[in-house]
């Protein structure tokens, strides 16, 4: 997985400020694709947060669908500890998905977004049907969130 902190032209021209790369592809996803659990299950943690921290938005554009293996189907959450589908609930990205999806969990519902008052972690959860992630062998998924560190105010 792959972590980007946007510029401040991306963030002005999006209003996200950081972007997560989910691949299959090892050039991308170096050294090796990042659909590795042997589990139906992968989580990965995209950011650390603390207290002050406020998350405005959180997306996904699926830029590759993804397929392989025996895997029937896919989806993608996005959420913090404790809450699997707090930013965006679980969508297909799987071939013939949801290509975007924004945050609509409930979690987002008010204004400013969601203020952390104790340590958390945006999650992402990926989670397949009939077989494991490991079996995935192509896809892409772009994610994409907005915090906001009040403790820099």
């Given at each position: 997985?792959?972590?980007?902190?946007?510029?401040?032209e991306?963030?002005?021209?999006?209003?996200f400020t950081?972007?997560a790369i989910?691949?299959?592809?090892?050039?991308?996803?170096?050294?090796?694709?990042?659909?590795?659990?042997?589990?139906?299950?992968?989580t990965?943690?995209?950011?650390?947060?603390?207290?002050?921290h406020?998350?405005?938005?959180?997306?996904?554009?699926?830029?590759?669908?993804?397929s392989g293996?025996?895997?029937?189907?896919?989806?993608?959450?996005?959420?913090?500890t404790?809450?699997?589908?707090?930013?965006?609930?679980?969508?297909?990205?799987?071939?013939?998905g949801?290509?975007?999806?924004?945050g609509?969990?409930?979690?987002?519902?008010?204004?400013?977004?969601?203020?952390?008052?104790?340590?958390?972690?945006?999650?992402?959860?990926l989670?397949?049907?009939?077989?494991?992630?490991v079996?995935?062998?192509?896809?892409?998924?772009?994610?994409?969130?907005?915090?906001?560190?009040?403790?820099?105010?």
């Open positions: 997985m792959k972590i980007i902190l946007l510029s401040n991306e963030t002005l021209r999006t209003g950081h972007k989910i691949s299959s592809v090892p050039e991308t996803a170096f050294p090796a694709g990042d659909f590795t659990a042997a589990a139906t299950t992968q990965y943690t995209l950011m650390t947060l603390f207290s002050g406020i998350v405005r938005n959180a997306a996904y554009k699926a830029v590759t669908f993804l293996g025996a895997i029937s189907a896919a989806t993608l959450a996005i959420g913090f404790g809450t699997v589908a707090g930013y965006a609930a679980a969508t297909n990205v799987f071939t013939g949801t290509p975007f999806l924004a609509a969990g409930a979690s987002l519902a008010n204004a400013p977004g969601h203020s952390l008052v104790a340590a958390s972690a945006i999650l992402a959860t989670t397949t049907t009939t077989a494991n992630v079996a995935l062998t192509a896809g892409e998924v772009h994610i994409y969130w907005a915090v906001a560190d009040m403790n820099r105010v």
